[in-house]
T-cell receptor, first 113, second 111 residues
Framework: DSGVTQTPKHLITATGQRVTLRCSPRSGDLSVYWYQQSLDQGLQFLIQYYNGEERAKGNILERFSAQQFPDLHSELNLSSLELGDSALYFC????????????FGSGTRLTVV | GEDVEQSLFLSVREGDSSVINCTYTDSSSTYLYWYKQEPGAGLQLLTYIFSNMDMKQDQRLTVLLNKKDKHLSLRIADTQTGDSAIYFCAEVANSGYALNFGKGTSLLVTP
């Protein structure tokens, strides 16, 4: 157990729907990062939050959004889902910046049908 | 943009050494990382090296860094079947906050 908790582990939904993925960071970590892993694109950085504020943005689609709450858990919202959004979504956390590497959760596997 | 490059597959016999290579893109990266992903699991940080080092050894793992060629390698000594996994190298992105990952090297260890 890495200490980073992601729920749900698996999610199957239809095209056009909206889903919310949840992440609880490791105790004491202030930063949360979201990554998408697909076979063709590999691991793509989506977005980072630090202590409730958005810190950095990567290849995140406009249909996707995220937030970090006062208790530091984070949610990734995916809307108007397309088949191509099927992927593993990972959350990672770190104490502050990236300097000492992230701790990853075990991911949420999203299947859009 | 440029990508972090890794070979996709490596197969070794149990007991042999494995060497996984990576070419990164940003010469100003302060830290470079190796992560391991087992089936159905998240990425586990294996080791990292600071950019002012040439080599770092951690038990069976040896990381070599060639800054001039922007080349990073991970050597696993006495490779075991439990080492079968996907290995990712990662560099710090230009933003300074995210990591750029290679597409991973799938290591298969055969008895």
């Amino acid at each position: 157990d890495s200490g980073v908790t992601q729920t749900p582990k698996h999610l199957i939904t239809a095209t056009g729907q909206r889903v919310t993925l949840r992440c609880s960071p490791r105790s004491g970590d202030l930063s949360v990062y979201w990554y998408q892993q697909s076979l063709d694109q590999g691991l793509q950085f989506l977005i980072q939050y630090y202590n409730g504020e958005e810190r950095a943005k990567g290849n995140i689609l406009e249909r996707f959004s995220a937030q970090q709450f006062p208790d530091l858990h984070s949610e990734l919202n995916l809307s108007s889902l397309e088949l191509g959004d099927s992927a593993l979504y990972f959350c990672a956390s770190s104490i502050k910046g990236q300097a000492y590497g992230y701790t990853f959760g075990s991911g949420t596997r999203l299947t859009v049908v | 943009g440029e990508d972090v490059e890794q070979s996709l597959f490596l197969s070794v016999r149990e007991g042999d050494s494995s060497v996984i290579n990576c070419t990164y893109t940003d010469s100003s990266s302060t830290y470079l990382y190796w992560y391991k992903q087992e089936p159905g699991a998240g990425l586990q940080l294996l080791t990292y090296i600071f950019s002012n080092m040439d080599m770092k050894q951690d038990q069976r793992l040896t990381v070599l860094l060639n800054k001039k060629d922007k080349h990073l390698s991970l050597r696993i000594a006495d490779t075991q079947t439990g080492d079968s996994a996907i290995y990712f190298c990662a560099e710090v992105a230009n933003s300074g906050y995210a990591l750029n990952f290679g597409k991973g090297t799938s290591l298969l260890v055969t008895p």
